[in-house]
């Protein structure tokens, strides 16, 4: 069983920065493809951004590509989603993700087996 504590959500006017971080609680997480997915009040989760094992692949959803970046510390079983240039149609509850494939690389929220609790970003315009 993994879990996975998301952090640094919080409140930002548009065109701002935040830097999400989402700590494992497993020893091996290079063992896991990770991801972010968002969701907004009234909406369904959506992907936004996933990073394999390695950290050389990485998979954005086109709402965010070019705006933010997703890395990953295995040494500190951490994961993070760098947001820049936040847009008021980034808020939304973000939630990582572990997906035991570690070959894999997508956007399909089924496909992974463990979720952290969530963390709120609001973009103020």
């Known amino acids: 069983q993994v879990q996975l504590v998301e952090s640094g959500g919080g409140l930002v006017q548009a065109g701002g920065s935040l830097r999400l971080s989402c700590a494992a609680s497993?020893?091996?997480?290079?063992?896991?493809?990770m991801g972010w997915f968002r969701q907004a009040p009234g909406k369904e989760r959506e992907f936004v951004a996933a990073?394999?094992?390695?950290?050389?692949?990485?998979y954005y959803a086109d709402s965010v590509k070019g705006r933010f970046t997703i890395s990953r510390d295995n040494a500190k079983n951490t994961v993070y989603l760098q947001m820049n240039s936040l847009k008021p149609e980034d808020t939304a509850v973000y939630y990582c993700?572990?997906?035991?494939?570690?070959?894999?690389?997508?956007?399909?929220?089924?496909?992974?087996?463990?979720w952290g609790q969530g963390t709120q970003v609001t973009v103020s315009s």
């Open positions: 993700a572990a997906d035991n494939r570690r070959w894999a690389l997508t956007k399909d929220s089924d496909e992974y087996d463990y």
């Open positions: 497993e020893r091996t997480l290079n063992s896991y493809t």
């Open positions: 990073i394999k094992w390695s950290g050389v692949s990485t």
